[in-house]
């Protein structure tokens, strides 16, 4: 049975930095593109940054651009996501997902799967 699952999550400090980790099991990571996703109180779900299987293509939302790095480690079949200099409207629920599509579309209907979430808080 295919699954996700993140970890990582905690409350933070305004700058500090944080890796989460998205463990798979039941597939590897090479066959599919990964995706961040984050959800915040009372906002809807956004796309954060995609990684392509493809090419390595990479993209990042606007809002995390230079602070984000998704990457994957192929031996433990792990994506993370490191976030730098966190920021209090950083917080959210952090989501990895999975997607046979060939795009980085970050549109929640083209992921196939997803992990139950991870909780990032930043406050000072």
């Known amino acids: 049975q295919l699954q996700l699952m993140e970890s990582g999550g905690r409350l933070m400090q305004p700058g500090e930095s944080l890796r989460l980790s998205c463990a798979a099991s039941g597939t590897t990571f090479n066959y599919w593109n990964v995706g961040w996703f984050r959800q915040a109180p009372g906002k809807e779900r956004e796309g954060v940054s995609c990684?392509?299987?493809?090419?390595?293509?990479?993209y990042y939302a606007d809002s995390v651009q230079g602070r984000f790095t998704i990457s994957r480690d192929d031996v433990k079949n792990t994506v993370y996501l490191q976030m730098n200099s966190l920021k209090p409207e950083d917080t959210a629920i952090y989501y990895c997902?999975?997607?046979?599509?060939?795009?980085?579309?970050?549109?929640?209907?083209?992921?196939?799967?997803w992990g139950q979430g991870t909780q990032v808080t930043v406050s000072s």
């Open positions: 997902a999975i997607t046979m599509s060939p795009y980085c579309s970050m549109t929640e209907e083209a992921w196939n799967y």
């Open positions: 990684l392509r299987q493809s090419n390595g293509y990479t």
